[in-house]
């Protein structure tokens, strides 16, 4: 048994629409009502949730998206993910999610809500276990799967990381 499937059977993890596997950890009961939101969303939020969330070898990429929500991921064990921030203004980077401080890796990244995102676990890793917070509250209402065609022409410097990471049907 390889570590990663220890560790979806025990903590639950199911596959994730985007990629990976995850489990819903944490659901805030209080919520924001929507006269105390920005107009983008529908409805009103919990004001904070939580995932676990795995990537491995056998699915190594989390696929582009974006979510109305700010959203911070944590690395808890295994490898680093190169993550990919392509943000409003057209500005985009790659942070590399991990423990080697003095190469430059992080053990969280900030997703400012609106910027597409996507991750990938790097080669020498056998998978990354993350935990994914989201405030306001992640409702699948908030995101967005489905990659504009413009996307890697308005982003040309990663056009070959957005290829990689893009959903197919």
């Known amino acids: 048994m390889k570590n990663y ?3 979806i059977k025990t903590l639950e993890l199911e ?3 985007e990629g990976g596997y995850f489990k819903e950890t944490y659901r805030s009961d209080l919520r924001i009502p929507k006269e105390g939101l920005p107009n983008f969303y529908k409805s009103s939020k919990c004001t904070s949730t939580a995932i676990y969330f ?5 699915q190594p990429k989390s696929f582009l998206h974006k979510l109305k929500s700010d959203e911070i991921f944590h690395l808890y064990d295994g490898g680093s993910l190169d993550v990919l921030l392509l943000y409003p ?6 942070q590399t999610l991990g423990r080697d401080l003095e190469k430059g890796e992080r053990p969280q990244v900030l997703i400012p809500h609106g910027t597409w995102f996507g991750a990938l676990l790097n080669k020498s890793a056998s998978y990354a276990l993350i ?18 065609k413009d996307l890697k022409a308005k982003y040309f410097d990663f056009s070959e990381m957005i290829e ?3 959903f197919r049907k």
């Open 5 to 7: 499937e220890k560790i």
């Open 15 to 17: 596959p994730h629409p």
């Open 54 to 58: 795995l990537l491995t070898k056998e």
């Open 89 to 94: 203004n057209g500005d985009g980077t790659i």
């Open 131 to 148: 935990g994914c917070t989201v405030a306001p509250g992640f409702e699948f209402e908030d995101f967005t799967l489905e990659v504009p």
């Open 164 to 166: 990689a990471l893009s």
